[in-house]
């Protein structure tokens, strides 16, 4: 059954601490992403990684961290320098240009600072 | 640089009500068009998306979308408006190489019984 796992579902960090957030997908696909979904703001993007090993800043990377070890997985950190990180955490995958450029998302991932 | 405008942050309509979701780009070259639905606490499902084929795209559920180049617009139509259209849903816009999709802000459709 191929997708996008995100995990886990409902996190709560204390205010001070790193987190990280679980991307994995079986979609074979090369590019994955980040993104914030705060409310009424639609989604902006953290980090993207096109391809194994190589990872590039979005439009709002200040606090987060991102890995891409395998094609499979993209985990982000939100690191204590992110100073507003309760939101939807949402992670993405795209297959080759023929596909038109879609992506595919996973269910997300609710963090919310206590 | 690509932006994307969605008229309307909340929509509501009657059961059985067309559903009319407007969407406006901009955009320098031809680009990827798309609308996602998000049901609550959910990630974003693809219904539709344009790439330079036919104008006219269908998507799943009953929703449908034109591609209208003079306007800049990709509206999102459904003739009749069931319960379960109840979602958010989203327009974004890419272009071919480009590193990512860009979203609006988002419509919150809600349907009366």
């Known amino acids: 059954d191929g997708g996008i796992t995100q995990s886990p579902k409902y996190l709560f960090r204390k205010e001070g601490q790193n987190v990280t957030l679980s991307c994995e997908q079986n979609l074979n696909h090369d590019a994955m992403y980040w993104y914030r979904q705060d409310p009424g703001q639609g989604l902006r993007l953290i980090y993207y990684?096109?391809?194994?090993?190589?990872?590039q800043k979005g439009d709002i990377a200040e606090g987060y961290s991102v890995s891409r070890e395998k094609k499979e997985s993209f985990p982000l950190t939100v690191t204590s320098a992110q100073k507003n990180p309760t939101a939807f955490y949402l992670c993405?995958?795209?297959?080759?240009?023929?596909?038109?450029?879609?992506?595919?998302f996973g269910p997300g991932t609710r963090l919310t600072v206590l | 640089a690509q932006s994307v405008t969605q008229l309307g942050s909340h929509v509501s309509v009657s059961e059985g009500a067309l559903v009319l979701l407007r969407c406006n780009y901009s955009?320098?070259?031809?680009?990827?068009l798309f609308w996602y639905v998000q049901y609550p606490n959910q990630g974003l499902q693809l219904l539709l998306k344009?790439?330079?084929?036919?104008?006219l795209v269908k998507g799943i559920n009953g929703f449908e979308a034109e591609f209208k180049k003079s306007e800049t617009s990709f509206h999102l139509t459904k003739p009749s408006a069931h319960m379960s259209d109840a979602a958010e849903y989203f327009c974004?816009?890419?272009?071919?190489?480009?590193?990512?999709?860009?979203f609006g802000s988002g419509t919150r459709l809600q349907v009366q019984p």
């Open positions: 974004a816009v890419s272009q071919a190489g480009r590193r990512a999709l860009t």
């Open positions: 344009y790439t330079s084929a036919a104008t």
């Open positions: 993405a995958s795209k297959g080759q240009t023929g596909e038109g450029d879609t992506q595919y």
């Open positions: 955009s320098s070259v031809p680009p990827y």
């Open positions: 990684s096109q391809i194994v090993n190589d990872f």
